[in-house]
C-alpha cells in the first residue's frame, strides 16, 4: 500500500493544525500531494541535503517536472475549479526556481513526517485499527526501512546540535575567563576589593557556563553510544532484509511472489553509510579516542560495505557446458565508490563443499573445479535507474570438475554456485575492502536430455531448504501437504493462471506419487521423499514423477494457457474418479483430463453407449504438443461429434466457441490450380467407411490402441476449384496408420501421393 493512501486513510483522524503544517497552502499543497502521490514517492527525496551544491541540477530538474505535471494534470481534469486551482498552484511553486534544493529538502522532510505519523498512529489514535483499510502491520512493511533512519538521523542531528551548544558555550566561555582574567589583574595590582560585584558576576557566570558544558558533554557522549547502538541495531536489521530479499528471489524459482526491486535497499544501504561516516566524526571531535566506539563503528562500516554486494539477475539455475548465459551483480553502495579506479568483478565456479567452507572462514576457494569464460566485468554505474552494476553478458563453462558421486547419485543431483568477487575502496575510508556474494545453487549438465532431472534437483532445493541453511542441505523427505503447496505454486506460476489446482487435482497427484488408488484415502499427513519426487520410475510407467507432471505444465503453458484459466479443463484426475462422476451422465458428456500414461498429453474422457445398449467411458488417444501445433483443442472438440456436454452440463459449442478457428471454405482459392486443404480431427468410425478400422490398422509404435484408446485420425480434404470437362472429379481416398488423407486426383494434377502421406504424418 502506497504512504499516500495510508495517509488519506490517517488524514481525518489529524488535527487541522497538523494538516495546515504538514501541507502548507503557501508551499506544498495538499493538492500536490494528491495528484503527484505517485510520482513523489517514485523519487530519491532522501538523497538531498540543502548545501550540497551538486544536487542542485536534480532538484532543478525535479521541481521543473512538478511543474509540468500539474500543468498535465489541470489539462486532463474536467472539473473547472479544480484545474483553475492547480494551473495556480504550478505558477506558484515557480518561487522555488531559485532554491531548487531547499524545495527539495522540503519534500524530503514533508515524507519523512508522514512516516513518522504512521508509525506512531496505531498508538495514538486507538479506533484507527477499525479502519476498515487500515493495518499497523501496512505501515511497518511500507517503509521499515525510512522510520529506522528517519529515527537514527534525527538522533545524529541532535547529536550534532549537542556539539555545536557545547563548542559555543567553550567560546564563551573562553571569553569570560579573558574577562574575569582583564579585571581581576588591575584589582589585585590597584589593591581594590577582590569582592567587586562585576566580577563576582563573572566568576559565577564562568563556574555556571563550566557546569553546563560538563553536563551538555556528558549527555553528548551517551547520546553518542546509544546512537551507535541505534545504527548497529539498524544496521542488522538492513542485513536481515538483504538475506530476506535474498531468499525470495530463491523462492521466486517456485512461483512465490518476489519484488526485485533494489532501489529501496539501495537507500537504506546509503543512508547508514552516511550515517556510519558521521558519527566516526563526531567521535574523532570528542577530543580523545575512544577505542571502544571506534571498533564498533569500523566493524559496522565493514559489514556494511561487504553486505552491499547482490546478484541481482541470478544466472540459469541449470547450465548446459558451452552455451552461454548472463548474469548481473549489483553493488548498492556504488554510488559510494571512491572514483578513478574501476572495479573489477570476478567469477568462479565453487563446488557445495566450497561453498560451506567459504560460509564458514570467509576465504575465496582456491581449488578451480571448472573453467568459465568471459568471467569477468567492470562494476558501471547507471545514471539513469541509479544502480551500478557488472553484467556478464557472454558467460559460458568450458568444463567442469565433478566430485565423487554416493550411492545412486546422479549428475543432476551434483549443485554448484558461480563465486562473485571485487575490491573495492569506499570514498571517505581508509583502506580497500574485499566483497564476495554467491549465486543461488546451479546444476551443470553437458546435454539438454538431462534437462529435465536437473529441473527436479533446482524446485526441490528451492522449495525445501531453509533460509540460513548449510550450503546447499535440503530433507530428503518432505510433508505431502507442503509439496502440494510446491506443486501448485510452481503450476500457476509457470502456466501464468489464477486458476489453481483444486482439492480432486491435488487428491490424483497424491494417489500418483504414492501409488495409492483409494479416492477415499488422506494423504496430508504422508511424507514424500526425493527418491518418489524424481528417482524412482512410476510404477508401470518409463518416467518418474516430476517428469510427468513437469511434462504437463509444459503442454498447458504453451496450448492450454486460457482453456485452463476459463475451468474447462478438469486436469488431474484418475480413471476411479473420473466413472465415479460420469457413470450417471447423458451419452456425449466429456471432460478434459491430463493423460496418465503419457508425459504431456490432453485426453477427452465421454460417455458413450456400449454394445450391449448401456453406456460406457471412453478416452481419446492423448493429444500433445505435436499435435496441438497442428490443430488447436478448440478445433479438434468441434470436430468430434461424439461429445456434445462439457462435464457436468453446458453444451460444447457454447463454452468453447471462441476457442474454434474461422473457416474460409466460403473465400475463393488465392491462386487458380492450386487445391485448398482443410484438416479435420475424426474418431474411430468417424472417419467413414474407408477409414481404418481397429482391427486393420497396421502394427506401429504409436499405435493408440495399445493403450485401450479410441483411434483418433487425422483427416486432410482436398477440393478442388474448377472441374474436369464440366463434372466433379470422383475423391480418391488413402488411409495411413495414423491419418487418412481425402483429395480430388485430376488429371491435370500430378500429385505424389507418397510425398502427401509422409507429408501429413510429419
Known amino acids: 500500500m502506497a504512504q499516500w493512501t495510508q495517509m488519506q486513510m490517517l488524514i481525518q483522524y489529524l488535527p487541522d493544525q497538523t494538516i495546515n503544517e504538514l501541507y502548507s497552502a503557501t508551499t506544498f499543497p495538499i493538492e500536490v500531494r494528491y495528484f503527484l502521490a505517485d510520482w513523489i514517492e517514485e523519487q530519491r527525496w532522501e538523497d538531498f541535503e540543502v548545501d550540497n551544491v551538486d544536487q542542485k541540477v536534480q532538484a532543478e530538474s525535479l521541481l521543473e517536472q512538478i511543474i509540468a505535471k500539474l500543468q498535465t494534470k489541470a489539462q486532463e481534469i474536467s ?162 532484509r ?21 532501489s529501496p535497499l539501495q537507500t537504506w544501504c546509503e543512508q547508514l553509510l552516511g550515517v556510519n561516516g558521521k558519527l566516526r566524526q563526531e567521535v574523532m571531535l570528542m577530543g580523545e579516542p575512544i577505542p571502544e566506539l571506534q571498533e564498533k563503528l569500523a566493524r559496522l562500516l565493514q559489514a556494511l560495505i561487504q553486505s552491499s554486494l547482490m546478484v541481482d539477475k541470478q544466472p540459469p539455475q541449470v547450465i548446459k557446458t558451452q552455451s552461454k548465459f548472463s548474469t548481473t551483480v549489483r553493488y548498492l553502495l556504488g554510488e559510494k565508490v571512491a572514483p578513478g579506479k574501476p572495479v573489477m568483478v570476478k567469477a568462479q565456479i565453487i563446488t557445495e563443499m566450497q561453498a560451506r567452507s567459504l560460509g564458514q572462514m570467509g576465504t575465496v576457494p582456491s581449488e ?53 568477487s571485487a575490491e573495492i575502496t569506499i570514498t571517505g575510508c581508509d583502506k580497500p575492502y574485499k566483497i564476495q556474494m554467491i549465486s543461488l545453487p546451479v546444476v551443470i549438465i553437458v546435454h539438454g536430455s538431462q534437462d529435465n532431472n536437473a529441473l527436479a534437483t533446482i524446485i ?60 477415499s484415502g488422506d494423504f496430508s499427513n504422508m511424507m514424500v521423499t526425493w527418491a518418489q519426487f524424481n528417482k524412482e520410475v512410476l510404477p508401470g510407467r518409463q518416467f518418474t514423477f516430476w517428469q510427468w507432471f513437469e511434462g504437463v505444465m509444459e503442454l498447458t503453458k504453451k496450448h492450454l494457457k486460457t482453456y485452463w484459466s476459463d475451468g474447462l479443463i478438469f486436469g488431474f484426475i484418475g480413471k476411479q474418479h473420473l466413472h465415479l462422476i460420469l457413470k450417471d451422465r447423458p451419452n456425449g458428456t466429456f471432460l478434459l483430463r491430463f493423460s496418465d500414461s503419457e508425459i504431456g498429453g490432453i485426453t477427452i474422457a465421454y460417455v458413450s453407449a456400449s454394445e450391449n445398449g448401456g453406456q460406457k467411458i471412453q478416452n481419446i488417444q492423448p493429444f500433445t504438443k505435436r499435435d496441438l501445433d497442428i490443430r488447436c483443442l478448440g478445433d479438434r472438440i468441434r470436430d468430434i461429434d461424439h461429445i456434445t456436454f462439457l462435464y457436468p452440463e453446458y453444451p460444447k459449442h457454447d463454452v468453447f466457441k471462441k476457442y474454434y478457428t474461422e473457416t474460409d471454405d466460403h473465400l475463393p482459392s488465392p491462386n487458380r490450380g492450386y487445391i485448398r486443404v482443410s484438416l479435420q480431427t475424426k474418431v474411430g468410425v468417424e472417419a467413414g467407411s474407408a477409414s481404418p478400422t481397429v482391427s486393420s490398422l497396421p502394427p506401429h509404435s504409436d499405435n493408440p490402441l495399445n493403450l485401450g484408446y479410441p483411434v483418433q485420425q487425422f483427416q486432410q480434404s482436398f477440393s478442388a476449384d474448377s472441374l474436369v470437362d464440366g463434372n466433379p472429379t470422383p475423391p480418391v481416398e488413402f488411409a495411413s496408420p495414423n491419418h487418412a488423407a481425402v483429395f480430388n486426383e485430376s488429371p491435370h494434377q500430378n500429385m505424389d501421393i507418397d510425398f502427401i502421406l509422409s507429408t501429413l504424418e510429419d
Open 79 to 240: 472539473n473547472v475549479v479544480d484545474k483553475m486551482k492547480l494551473m495556480q498552484i504550478s505558477r506558484h511553486m515557480s518561487m522555488f526556481s531559485s532554491q531548487p534544493l531547499q524545495f527539495a529538502t522540503m519534500v524530503r522532510d514533508i515524507l519523512r513526517k508522514e512516516r513518522v505519523l504512521l508509525s506512531t498512529a496505531s498508538s495514538q489514535i486507538p479506533n484507527l485499527q477499525q479502519f476498515p483499510h487500515f493495518s499497523s502491520r501496512e505501515v511497518v512493511s511500507t517503509a521499515p526501512n525510512m522510520r529506522d533512519v528517519d529515527h537514527l538521523v534525527l538522533k545524529v542531528l541532535e547529536l550534532q546540535e549537542c556539539r555545536k551548544r557545547i563548542h559555543h558555550l567553550q567560546e564563551e566561555l573562553n571569553w569570560e575567563r579573558q574577562n574575569f582574567e582583564s579585571l581581576h589583574g588591575p584589582i589585585q595590582q590597584n589593591g581594590l576589593d577582590p569582592q567587586n560585584s562585576e566580577l563576582q558576576k563573572i566568576q559565577t557566570h564562568i563556574q555556571q557556563l563550566e557546569y553546563n558544558v560538563k553536563t551538555i558533554a556528558k549527555n553528548r557522549f551517551q547520546l553518542l553510544q546509544e546512537t551507535v547502538d541505534c545504527l548497529d541495531q539498524c544496521q542488522a536489521r538492513l542485513i536481515s
Open 242 to 262: 538483504l538475506k530476506a530479499w535474498r531468499w525470495e528471489q530463491h523462492q521466486a524459482t517456485i512461483g512465490l511472489p518476489f519484488d526485485d526491486n533494489l
Open 368 to 420: 578451480n573445479v571448472g573453467e568459465l569464460i568471459n568471467n569477468s566485468a567492470i562494476l558501471e554505474h547507471n545514471t539513469a535507474s541509479k544502480s551500478t552494476c557488472a553484467t556478464f553478458r557472454n558467460m559460458s563453462i568450458k568444463k567442469i570438475k565433478r566430485a565423487d558421486r554416493k550411492g545412486s547419485e546422479s549428475v543432476t543431483e551434483e549443485k554448484f554456485a558461480l563465486l562473485f
Open 460 to 519: 526441490w532445493d528451492c522449495a525445501f531448504s531453509e533460509p540460513d541453511r548449510i550450503p546447499f542441505v535440503v530433507p530428503e523427505r518432505v510433508p505431502w501437504k507442503r509439496m502440494c503447496m510446491i506443486l501448485n505454486s510452481k503450476f500457476t506460476s509457470e502456466i501464468q493462471t489464477q486458476h489453481n489446482l483444486d482439492q480432486y487435482n491435488q487428491h490424483f497427484l497424491a494417489q500418483k506419487i504414492f501409488d495409492k488408488h483409494d479416492i
